[in-house]
């Protein structure tokens, strides 16, 4: 049984039907990989925004995402993406099982930026994987905001309060610390009484309450004792 190039791709990118490898453009001089995916014609598709299977496809739109170098080569995939016409929603443009929507990367991009930024500074990464640190930070925000989105403070009952400078001088922000669970639960600017509040509108967001604190260590800053 032999093998073809775009059955191994297709192997590593876990592309599975009705998407498929047309194409690959590997360049030496550009150090560059580009991969091309297409689906089968005639193939029907969930609608993105309700889920309601087997929708018909209304058009394409060409797209590109940037993944994981192979090797020291630069990898973009490329994909004519189907928009579906739904009874209830109307065009939507089909969820890709590589990116998440509205992401140039993909999403193996995405983990492996995240990963290296508990490690790294954006400004390293975006050096090291050649983009603009405006792109790190897009995929660090929607992570970030996707997992406190998430947390749960419904258990916070002692808390730790420390302040610390951000920048050389002024700029202070106050961390505030689940002390059980030696975890960071809150961040924001300033040192003084606000961040309190501040703290407080976020633990009430996140199932909390300022009435399970039943221990609130701070350091002797008159601001934080009023
Ligand atoms: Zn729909």
């Not at 509040?197 to 399970?212: A, I, Q, V």
Request: proline share 2%.
């Amino acid at each position: 049984m032999s093998i073809s190039q775009e059955d191994l791709f297709k192997i590593a990118l876990n592309l599975e039907h009705p998407w498929y490898i047309t194409l690959i453009d590997f360049s030496a001089e550009e150090k560059q990989l580009d991969i091309h995916v297409d689906f089968e014609s005639g193939s029907n598709f969930p609608c993105a925004n309700c889920g309601k299977s087997s929708c018909s496809v209304h058009d394409t739109i060409e797209r590109t995402w940037r993944h994981l170098n192979f090797f020291q080569f630069k990898t973009y995939i490329h994909c004519r993406v189907p928009r579906t016409e739904c009874e209830d929603c109307g065009v939507k443009q089909v969820k890709v099982p590589w990116a998440r929507k509205g992401s140039g990367f993909t999403l193996l991009m995405d983990s492996l930026i995240v990963l290296m930024a508990q490690h790294m500074t954006v400004t390293a990464i975006a050096e090291m994987i050649d983009e603009h640190d405006t792109r790190i930070w897009r995929v660090l925000e929607h992570y970030v905001l996707d997992a406190r989105s998430q947390e749960d403070f419904s258990k916070v009952k002692s808390v730790g309060v420390d302040e610390t400078s951000r920048a050389k001088g002024h700029k202070y922000v106050s961390v505030f610390i689940d002390l059980d669970k030696s975890k960071v639960v809150h961040v924001c600017e300033g040192k003084d009484a606000s961040t309190i509040e501040s703290f407080r509108t976020d633990l009430e967001l996140h199932k909390g309450s300022s009435k399970n604190i039943n221990n609130f260590c701070c350091d002797t800053s008159p601001a934080f004792i009023s």
